[in-house]
């Protein structure tokens, strides 16, 4: 059996559910282990409590492990600190049968051919399950906002109408290529994340992306995303902007939804807007992400190309990569 431990917010959860859906796809029996979010130990380590998101999807299905189920795996050895010296002695001794498996690469093919193992990971790079995306794009669905406004600009999006500038009522129609930009600040500008990931999304960054959409796509209208709308209002204004603002605390993730109604995507460095784009059916969609997810990152460009097939990557200062 596999088990997948479950962690952290929405898209990081949605990608430890996509590896799960994955060994699914590939006959290998799968769980998910649900307990991080019941561990208050766990959830102090965190800046932002977090709740298991999954649930707020339409009828998403996923089978949970057992704490016998998963006591199985970890074996003798669930208790001792992983990396510690002892821990690698009695691993050399035979003494421990922890099957406990740490993501600590970008890609780890070898996990593909595990049959009996816990994995503790984010696993957020797309070739794990690109190949399986149409069947995740089937099974993650949103429930329908009791909203207005995201059902007004969900009808917009599918006919490509023009949502009429910076604000949020809608234009006169006007035939438009709609695209979502995500802008993650919040709990990036904290000084604990602000190393791992500030600097990365740069003003050159988004307008470098802008253009290359621009070059490409007649009549492009974007539309904003982020945690910080004033930020927005200062830095983007004009007919071809339109800023959504109105989704808050547990509505936020429809975000996510109107972003993959957009036909092209502008990520952040953030895993939110990674599954905004990836749930986003358009055949010919452009998808553009930061090059670099973490500072702690070094850029390969060919290995980046192999494991985002088909994403475009461009670095802090404005280059197509």
């Given at each position: 059996?596999?088990?997948?431990?479950?962690?952290?917010g929405?898209?990081?959860?949605?990608?430890?559910?996509?590896?799960?859906?994955?060994?699914?796809?590939?006959?290998?029996?799968?769980?998910?282990?649900?307990?991080?979010?019941?561990?208050?130990?766990?959830?102090?380590?965190?800046?932002?409590?977090?709740?298991?998101?999954?649930?707020?999807?339409?009828?998403?299905?996923?089978?949970?492990?057992?704490?016998?189920?998963?006591?199985?795996?970890?074996?003798?050895?669930?208790?001792?600190?992983?990396?510690?010296?002892?821990?690698?002695?009695?691993?050399?001794?035979?003494?421990?049968?922890?099957?406990?498996?740490?993501?600590?690469?970008?890609?780890?093919?070898?996990?593909?051919?595990?049959?009996?193992?816990?994995?503790?990971?984010?696993?957020?790079?797309?070739?794990y399950?690109?190949?399986?995306?149409p069947?995740?794009?089937e099974?993650?669905?949103?429930?329908?906002?009791?909203?207005?406004?995201n059902?007004q600009?969900?009808?917009?999006?599918?006919?490509?109408?023009?949502?009429?500038?910076?604000?949020?009522?809608?234009?006169?129609?006007?035939?438009?290529?709609?695209?979502?930009?995500h802008?993650?600040?919040?709990?990036y500008?904290?000084?604990?994340?602000?190393?791992m990931?500030?600097?990365?999304?740069?003003?050159?960054?988004?307008?470098?992306?802008?253009?290359?959409?621009?070059?490409?796509?007649?009549?492009?209208?974007?539309?904003?995303f982020?945690?910080?709308?004033?930020?927005?209002?200062?830095?983007?204004s004009?007919?071809e902007?339109?800023?959504?603002?109105?989704?808050?605390?547990?509505?936020?993730f429809?975000?996510?939804?109107?972003?993959?109604?957009?036909r092209?995507n502008?990520?952040?460095?953030?895993?939110?807007?990674?599954?905004?784009?990836?749930?986003?059916?358009?055949?010919?969609?452009?998808?553009?992400?930061?090059?670099?997810?973490?500072?702690?990152?070094?850029i390969?460009?060919?290995?980046?190309?192999?494991?985002?097939?088909?994403?475009?990557?461009?670095?802090?200062?404005?280059?197509?990569?």
């Amino acid at each position: 059996m596999l088990i997948i431990r479950v962690m952290g917010g929405l898209g990081n959860q949605m990608q430890q559910y996509a590896l799960y859906e994955k060994y699914r796809s590939l006959g290998r029996e799968a769980r998910l282990d649900i307990s991080w979010f019941e561990d208050s130990a766990q959830q102090e380590k965190v800046l932002a409590r977090r709740g298991l998101e999954l649930r707020l999807f339409d009828h998403l299905e996923f089978q949970a492990c057992t704490g016998q189920e998963k006591d199985a795996l970890l074996g003798n050895g669930r208790f001792l600190r992983e990396g510690s010296l002892l821990t690698k002695a009695l691993r050399k001794t035979g003494l421990i049968t922890n099957r406990h498996f740490y993501e600590t690469d970008a890609y780890h093919p070898e996990i593909l051919d595990f049959t009996d193992q816990y994995l503790e990971g984010h696993w957020a790079c797309e070739k794990y399950y690109h190949d399986i995306m149409p069947l995740l794009q089937e099974k993650i669905r949103f429930p329908e906002s009791g909203n207005p406004l995201n059902r007004q600009l969900i009808e917009r999006l599918r006919k490509g109408e023009d949502a009429g500038g910076s604000g949020t009522e809608p234009g006169k129609g006007r035939t438009e290529t709609p695209v979502s930009i995500h802008i993650r600040r919040g709990d990036y500008l904290d000084p604990a994340n602000a190393g791992m990931f500030g600097g990365i999304c740069t003003p050159e960054y988004y307008k470098a992306a802008e253009a290359y959409i621009r070059e490409r796509v007649g009549s492009p209208h974007f539309y904003l995303f982020s945690d910080d709308t004033e930020y927005l209002r200062e830095n983007y204004s004009g007919r071809e902007y339109t800023i959504v603002d109105w989704n808050k605390g547990e509505d936020s993730f429809y975000d996510m939804e109107l972003m993959s109604l957009c036909r092209h995507n502008i990520c952040a460095n953030s895993t939110f807007s990674f599954w905004g784009a990836r749930l986003n059916r358009n055949p010919d969609k452009l998808v553009i992400r930061p090059a670099r997810h973490k500072n702690s990152q070094k850029i390969d460009p060919e290995r980046l190309h192999e494991l985002w097939e088909g994403w475009i990557l461009v670095d802090e200062l404005g280059n197509v990569v």
